[in-house]
């Protein structure tokens, strides 16, 4: 399944009081409502957004999109701030946690394993780490396994929010 993203990823979240025209800032998140609702619903790009670190009001809008599944990324030790398999369970939604911790999970393998989380979704999927940057990272070399070139893949993931992790996802996407 190829898919392309939105970038969700920005340095506040404006919850989801953004849809009623209020704005309730959270310098801790990463997600900006305001670039990806449309009519209050947010617009998948082929069944897949990409993002750092939601709160509780943006699950709510991304479930009220009808979304139905939520994979994450952080390791299981990482703050979120809340309870968000139960938060993202109580709103009708699947959580996946898919901890992609250290430098050596960024790999091929693990690109494919979240394909196959993707595809075995039942609708819209969001996937999310702190920043996105791992979300990225993991995108790119999906791209790649699937007949991008090494400038397209990087391109992807660089679209889905990577950052710090460039140098080391350009040599994987060089070495294919």
């Given amino acids: 399944m190829l898919y392309r993203l939105f970038v969700l990823v920005v340095a506040v979240l404006v919850s989801g009081a ?4 209020e704005t309730n800032i959270n310098p801790d998140l990463k997600v900006n409502l305001d670039a990806i609702v449309e009519d ?6 082929d069944g897949v957004s990409a993002a ?5 009001a943006a699950l709510e809008v991304f479930a009220k999109s009808g979304y139905t599944t939520v994979i994450d990324l952080r390791g299981a030790d990482e703050n979120r701030g809340f309870d968000e398999s139960s938060v993202v369970e109580s709103l009708g939604m699947k959580y996946v946690l898919f901890p992609i ?13 979240l394909d196959e989380l993707i595809a075995a979704s039942d609708g819209p999927v969001l996937v ?35 950052t710090s992790l460039a140098v080391p996802v ?3 996407l060089n070495q294919e």
């Fill in 18 to 21: 953004a849809l009623s025209g």
């Fill in 40 to 45: 209050g619903v947010v617009q998948p790009v």
């Fill in 52 to 56: 750092g670190q939601p709160d509780q």
């Fill in 101 to 113: 911790t250290g430098l050596e999970a960024i790999s091929y393998q693990n690109a494919a394993q």
């Fill in 128 to 162: 999310h780490c702190g920043s996105s940057n791992r979300v990225g990272a993991l995108f790119a070399l999906s791209k790649r396994m699937k007949g991008a070139d090494a400038d397209e893949a990087m391109s992807y993931g660089v679209e889905a929010g990577l």
């Fill in 170 to 172: 350009q040599g994987l």
